[in-house]
């Protein structure tokens, strides 16, 4: 991978983990959001709030479980897999081929989907409903702070020591690697493509999310 140096140095010794933040400051404000700051406030309270959103998405499915205990089944593989492949995501192949990022999370999305509607039925369908429908709400009109801003960069950019956060930095390289091994084979014009892309990306990042304001 052309980002392979640059990235070992910043994630190799980086644990994922989740910080659930204050319930005061996650209710603390809501504003309609402008249409061009819309897609950077929800990518911004999606990383910054992620375990606060699966603390909702806990919630609702909790209410399943209750009104259906065989859903504890499906809850309890859900969550093994999600392990799983979050420790061994490029060791994954199908025929032979190793599978993206992309269509693991694609594939596990739809495996999760059908177990809940088949282990919890309308229950389980309208709870997932109801939680995804909350965190959109959230995310949308949830103004960004300076430090929900500041994290999400450092999480994105440096560290990716959460999930939401590994992902979208990965995403990131991949899309790099790809445009550079289709566009520069040579190895002296993958590395100047290289810095290229992160200089350009640095700045696209603190413009998102340390210099904007909602």
Not at 37 to 59: E, F
Not at 107 to 136: E, P
Not at 143 to 162: C, I
Not at 193 to 212: D, G, I, N, P, V
């Amino acid at each position: 991978s052309t980002w392979g140096l640059f990235s070992k140095s910043t994630t190799s010794k980086v644990k994922m983990e989740l910080q659930l933040r204050p319930w005061s400051e996650f209710f603390e404000r809501f504003k309609v959001p402008a249409q061009q700051d819309l897609n950077d406030r929800v990518s911004t309270n999606l990383v910054y709030y992620q375990a606060n959103y699966l603390a909702v998405v806990a919630l609702c499915l909790l209410y399943v479980c209750i009104a259906r205990p065989v859903f504890i089944i499906a809850a309890v593989a859900v969550v093994g897999a999600g392990i799983y492949l979050n420790k061994n995501t490029k060791s994954i192949k199908f025929s032979g081929r190793p599978l993206t990022r992309k269509e693991i999370s694609l594939a596990y999305i739809t495996v999760t989907l059908l177990l809940f509607y088949i282990f919890g039925g309308s229950s389980a369908a309208a709870a997932i409903a109801v939680s995804f429908a909350a965190i959109l709400v959230h995310s949308a009109f949830r103004p960004r702070s300076l430090k929900s801003r500041g994290a999400t960069f450092l999480d994105v950019w440096f560290r990716g020591s959460t999930p939401l956060g590994s992902a979208l930095k990965a995403e990131l390289m991949d899309d790099n690697d790809n445009m550079i091994d289709e566009e520069n084979p040579k190895e002296d014009e993958i590395k100047k493509e290289q810095s290229k892309f992160r200089s350009a990306f640095r700045e696209t990042m603190r413009e998102k999310y340390l210099k904007k304001k909602d």
